[in-house]
């Protein structure tokens, strides 16, 4: 159903949709900026590299996030009458399966770092599989409650959508959900790097293996940092002021650095998750000495065959 209407009663409303544009447009802007920026490092090490189950989550990852960007672009900017729940529906859809491609580099950068432990790949599984399955059936819920209706007020087309049910509770509990995740990881990581550093100062091995931790390690803690600000932003969005001024300007503006953080951390960090290995890799073969007697991590589907790469 469409409305149209230049009544002043829309006047925040307006305002508020067009914060959220602005925001949209800058992240989209980002993300394209930062894909041009690696793109030759992209050719070089993922497109003319043996293809791989790694190689498909980067681009993947890479490029679902840039189709993502350009529909919450169109979805948001009030001139384009591309406004329907139904692309709504589809970008919390694509947050889902794209989280669960970064759960799976997640373990497979863990796999490596523990030595491939059939433990600690047991487990991170199986705490995989609970969350996504538990994060598929809330969303699958919140989405089948939602409802939409569009406006055209002052000659801009806005959608507004309706969450039925206890859509916020569900909504809470998915971003816990993916909170204790990052955790868990995030303990995993610290764990075995402390242990790794301890056992090299005890011992004369190290160099290229050190070094390939020390990569490893230092994309971790990129893409972990990235969720602070992340979690900070969800807890205001989360927030019982939420619906007591739903079109605040300050609240909107809070929204649409939620969004930048979020897409960044997915979209930007998530995809040199595997880059930073492959420039790293990239290195060592390009000096034959440490390339020819190196014994380092390897980070693919097998993980340790004398290199360190994704």
Known sequence: MSLASNDLFFGPFIKASRITSYFAV??????????????????????????????????????????????????????????????????DWIDIVINAMLGVVMITRLYAMYQRSSNVLAFLVIIFLAINIADGVLAGIVMGDISGEMLILSGM????????????????MAWVLATVWQVVTLCFAVWITVKHFRELRRSSAGGI??????????????????????????????????????????????AGFLQISSLAGKFVLGPRLILGVRVYHAKLLADSDAATGMTSIVFQERVYDGKCSV
């Not at 043996?50 to 993947?60: D, G």
């Not at 384009?80 to 529906?89: C, D, E, H, I, K």
């Not at 806005?158 to 509770?169: A, P």
């Not at 969720?227 to 002021?241: A, D, E, G, Q």
Request: overall charge neutral.
């Open 26 to 91: 800058a992240s989209a802007v980002g993300l394209i900026y930062d894909w041009a920026l690696t793109f030759g490092q992209e050719v070089e090490l993922v497109w003319k590299k043996r293809w791989s189950f790694m190689t498909a989550l980067y681009l993947s990852v890479r490029y679902v996030g840039i189709i993502y960007s350009v529909i919450r672009v169109l979805l948001f900017i009030p001139v384009t009458a591309v406004v329907s729940p139904g692309g709504y529906v589809a970008l």
């Open 157 to 172: 087309y806005q959608c507004t959508i309706s969450f039925g049910g206890d859509s916020v509770l569900l909504g809470s």
């Open 209 to 254: 293996i050190g070094d390939c931790f020390t990569v490893l390690i230092k994309t971790h803690v990129l893409y972990f940092v990235s969720f602070v600000p992340i979690s900070c932003f969800n807890l205001v969005y989360l927030s019982p002021t939420t619906s007591v001024e739903p079109y605040s300007m300050k609240w909107h503006i809070y």
